[in-house]
């Protein structure tokens, strides 16, 4: 019942849609590069630079090593973790040998250096028993804590700069004015959605109020095509929105988000008399 009704509702919907992004509608669109949409590309730049991906691959080590070792206490078939811990220890031979020839200052290298040698003689402990604790796994984990973090500000300070150069970069293409009315689409993963880089970094750069706003992170989409299409949505959206209900943010809650609040508060008694 009403099926052709939905139907016909649905495609006048999605064509005016296919309208809301307007052709000059400036858009930084951020996946592993940085891209400027007016209308067209405009260019498109990297800004994850060496040092940046060595900092995080000797970073990933102690999480590699906290989940193989986790894997030894928890599996009944041991052999296949224990071959784990095998092949990372042969790869931090490999590291240490390339430490010299990586983008490191030397209070990098020196630090690198360091999460190398606890990694190899926590699993060289390890093998030696073919057997593993918690306290030993926590003992390693907190140990290279510091260091882990280290890396991460150092990681971000690059990746900051070279962000920032890009985005300079591509805003010599913009008009006047029109840096101040863009948009930035940042995709990822939901995992580091909390405090993102990129997202952080769109919310100074353009300023108060600007979160959610003009500043959009598109959770598990990292196509294109897909951000832009779910981009378009919300600014249909919003115009849809703001006419009906005077709040242009409405629609970005379930239409019937307050209604089941209510009934969910009087169904399991939370409304009172």
Do not use: C
Request: net charge neutral.
């Amino acid at each position: 019942m009403f099926n052709d009704l939905n139907a016909a509702a649905r495609e006048s919907y999605g064509a005016a849609r296919a309208l809301a992004l307007k052709s000059d509608q400036p858009v930084f669109l951020v996946t592993h590069t940085v891209t400027l949409i007016r209308g067209e590309d405009l260019g498109s730049l990297p800004y994850s630079p060496p040092l940046y991906h060595e900092l995080k691959s000797i970073s990933h080590l102690p999480l590699g090593v906290h989940s193989a070792s986790i894997g030894l206490l928890e599996s009944p078939t041991k052999q296949p973790w224990i071959e784990r811990l095998r092949t990372l220890v042969k790869n931090v031979d490999i590291a240490e040998a390339d430490l010299a020839k990586a983008s490191f200052t030397e209070a990098q290298r020196v630090r690198q250096q360091k999460i190398l040698s606890l990694s190899r003689a926590y699993i060289d402990n390890v093998l030696s028993r073919e057997n593993v604790d918690m306290a030993s796994i926590t003992r390693y984990s907190r140990a290279l804590a510091p260091l882990l973090l280290a890396n991460a500000a150092d990681a971000a300070n690059v990746q900051i700069e070279a962000l920032d150069q890009a985005v300079r970069e591509l805003s010599k293409k913009l008009k006047p004015g029109e840096f101040e009315k863009a948009l930035a689409v940042i995709t990822g993963p939901k995992t580091p959605r909390e405090g993102n880089l990129q997202f952080q970094y769109f919310v100074y750069a353009f300023g108060p109020g600007s979160a959610g706003s003009r500043v959009l992170y598109m959770e598990s989409i990292f196509d294109r095509e897909a951000a832009l299409g779910v981009l378009r949505t919300v600014l249909n959206d919003r115009v849809a929105s703001q006419a009906f209900f005077g709040d242009t943010y409405r629609l970005e809650r379930d239409l019937m988000a307050d209604g089941a609040t209510v009934e969910l508060m009087r169904r399991f008694g939370h409304l009172g008399q």
